[in-house]
């Protein structure tokens, strides 16, 4: 089973800053990676699959990158929608599908 | 659109078993997989298993085998996941999602259904 890492656990952000989140593969995964946001009571919701390619709707302020077992998803410019929180998950050698533990980012 | 609609939430003694439905519209429900997810209370997400709705095929996380049984009726469009032998820490909020082209990873989500466990 492939274990994902996430860092830092949280991220505390001034909205207009930048955000980096990173995201660590116990082994290569390609670049079969998914950055999923989730708010309180709420569903995940896709931001990122194929480590880079953004999601149907997904503002131009998220990007991803990184391949095999490194990976960054990067917010240019906070929002204040955008304190939430982000799951990497791997869909390179499954089942099981496996998430990282996620990343926090809250407002500073 | 695609909507995932699933059951209301369910409260159960230990040991018991819960079996929670999920509704699809908006596309052909055979035509992808339906993942099951689950998240305990401030923790993050554990994937539980996937079954093809056209074949009934399954695939569990080994962590699941032998408690959990996902099925299908195609007739109504509903995806089911029953987990059995039920323990305090299975509270969670249990969501499905569906597939994108069988790749493994998931655009569309169900609201989560929330199952709490307690004598």
């Known amino acids: 089973e492939i274990v994902m890492t996430q860092s830092p656990a949280t991220l505390s952000v001034s909205p207009g800053e930048r955000a980096t989140l990173s995201c660590r593969a116990s082994?290569?995964?390609?670049?079969?990676l998914a950055w999923y946001q989730q708010k309180p009571g709420q569903a995940p919701r896709l931001l990122i699959y194929?480590?880079?390619t953004r999601a149907t709707g997904i503002p131009a302020r998220f990007s991803g990158s990184g391949s095999g077992t490194e990976f960054t998803l990067t917010i240019s410019s906070l929002q204040s929608e955008d304190f939430a929180v982000y799951y990497c998950?791997?869909?390179?050698?499954?089942?099981?599908?496996?998430f990282g533990p996620g990343t926090k980012v809250d407002i500073k | 659109q695609v909507q995932l609609v699933q059951s209301g939430a369910e409260v159960k003694k230990p040991g018991a078993s819960v079996k929670v439905s999920c509704k699809a519209s908006?596309?052909?429900?055979?035509?992808?997989?339906m993942h099951w997810v689950r998240q305990a209370p401030g923790q993050g997400l554990e994937w539980m298993g996937r079954?093809?709705?056209?074949?009934?095929?399954?695939n569990y996380a080994q962590k699941f085998q032998g408690r959990v049984t996902m099925t299908r009726d195609t007739s109504i469009s509903t995806a089911y996941m029953e987990l059995s032998r039920l323990r305090s820490d299975d509270t969670a909020v249990y969501y499905c999602?569906?597939?994108?082209?069988?790749?493994?990873?998931?655009?569309?989500w169900g609201q989560g259904t929330l199952v709490t466990v307690s004598s």
């Open positions: 998950q791997q869909y390179n050698n499954w089942p099981p599908l496996t």
């Open positions: 079954i093809n709705p056209n074949s009934g095929g399954t």
């Open positions: 999602a569906r597939d994108h082209e069988d790749l493994g990873y998931c655009i569309w």
């Open positions: 082994q290569s995964v390609s670049s079969n």
């Open positions: 194929g480590a880079s």
């Open positions: 908006g596309y052909t429900f055979t035509g992808y997989y």
